[in-house]
């Protein structure tokens, strides 16, 4: 996925369920990656298959992105650039159904990391909440916020790592009005959506993530404000 996984899972389970994780997510990585010529995401793309003709995980995840579309006025799309990449909820998902699996295997303390984007299942060791550092987008090497809490997902849309990639699907331009946002809430493959809706949203998103049910929001902007929904602060360390 053009990204790194890290674990934090018990030791008596890295060894018998992560293997089953690991495999799943190379699969998953060889069925939606776009950087892969012969993935069912390229193919479908290039119209060269129909739908019923790839990984029925495909016509999941396409149902999870109308419906992002549909809740974000249109700001998430599978189309940010004119070409079919359905990447804004693939991770979010990939990394939800990896937690969900560990879970499954026994674990009930554990914690997925792709990329910075987080599913946190339990609590972290010694009975603490998880705490997730959140990198600011605007000052290398130091945090913006630190999120903590028990059973939450963090995602954060920026340019921190990979710049100006965010397109804004109702003008064909990259969104300029956010350095970073981070939204908390229960499941990734919601939050991580709806993170890289409201980076598109700009000016908008502070009023749209307010509107969010079980999401909270904080934000950097390109001037180095910051602002938060008004229920971020109970996962404010």
Not at 54 to 77: D, I, K, N, Q, W
Not at 83 to 90: E, R
Not at 105 to 113: K, L, T
């Amino acid at each position: 996925m053009g990204t790194v996984f890290s674990f934090d899972v018990p030791a008596d389970l890295a060894a018998t369920a992560l293997p089953g994780v690991l495999r799943w997510l190379h699969w998953v990585d060889a069925t939606f990656s776009t950087y892969r010529e012969d993935s069912d995401v390229s193919r479908y793309g290039r119209g060269e298959v129909a739908l019923a003709d790839c990984a029925p995980e495909l016509g999941e995840v396409l149902a999870l992105c109308a419906g992002m579309r549909a809740v974000s006025g249109g700001y998430f799309t599978t189309r940010p650039g004119g070409a079919f990449d359905p990447s804004g909820l693939v991770k979010g998902w990939a990394i939800e159904h990896a937690a969900a699996m560990l879970r499954d295997a026994g674990s009930r303390n554990h914690s997925v990391n792709g990329g910075g984007d987080v599913q946190c299942v339990g609590e972290a060791a010694s009975g603490r909440p998880w705490r997730i550092g959140i990198a600011h987008p605007l000052r290398p090497g130091t945090l913006a916020t630190v999120v903590t809490g028990r059973d939450i997902a963090v995602a954060t849309s920026g340019t921190g790592e990979r710049g100006n990639h965010i397109i804004n699907p109702h003008t064909g331009k990259p969104a300029i009005a956010l350095a970073g946002i981070t939204l908390v809430g229960e499941h990734l493959t919601t939050i991580d959506a709806w993170a890289t809706a409201a980076f598109a949203m700009g000016d908008g998103a502070r009023e749209w993530t307010e509107s969010l049910l079980d999401c909270e929001a904080f934000a950097v902007t390109r001037g180095g404000d910051t602002w938060q929904t008004s229920g971020f602060q109970a996962f404010a360390a």
